[in-house]
């Protein structure tokens, strides 16, 4: 699916998601992805947190993204991030990629960790 283009001079848009993968800045991220302060890196996912108490500081709104559907986060983790100073919001990663890319355009430090979605959702 393409999401609207938008024009983002100090960050790097969601352009669009498939089964797999996102397009982000133009370029195609295989897996699942955080993307933060204009730049994108790998992600292990849910299981792998470290890199998201890495946006402490750097973000005030995380996005988590996980995958076709809202599920939720591993015990205790959305409270020891927003402990962390983050404020974290959970949705299926089409709406976080979308809300991603308003906060975005809003001039909001805001970061997303995105889930892929699968070829079959459920």
């Keep these: 699916m393409r999401l609207t283009e938008l024009r983002l001079p100090d960050g ?8 797999g993968f996102f397009r982000l800045g133009g370029r195609v991220h295989e897996g699942a ?23 402490a500081g750097r ?9 076709d559907a809202l599920l939720p986060l591993p015990a205790g983790l959305q409270a020891r991030l927003e402990e962390s100073g983050l ?20 001039g909001r430090r805001v970061a997303a960790a995105l889930v892929p979605v699968s070829a079959h959702p459920a």
């Design 12 to 19: 790097l848009p969601v352009d669009g998601y498939g089964p």
């Design 87 to 106: 404020g974290v919001e959970l949705m299926a990663s089409p709406s976080a990629a979308r809300s991603y890319n308003v906060l975005l355009a809003e």
């Design 33 to 55: 992805v955080i993307v933060a302060e204009g730049a994108a890196q790998a992600w292990n996912g849910v299981t792998d947190p470290a890199p998201l108490f890495a946006l």
């Design 59 to 67: 973000a005030d709104i995380l996005l988590v993204g996980t995958g």
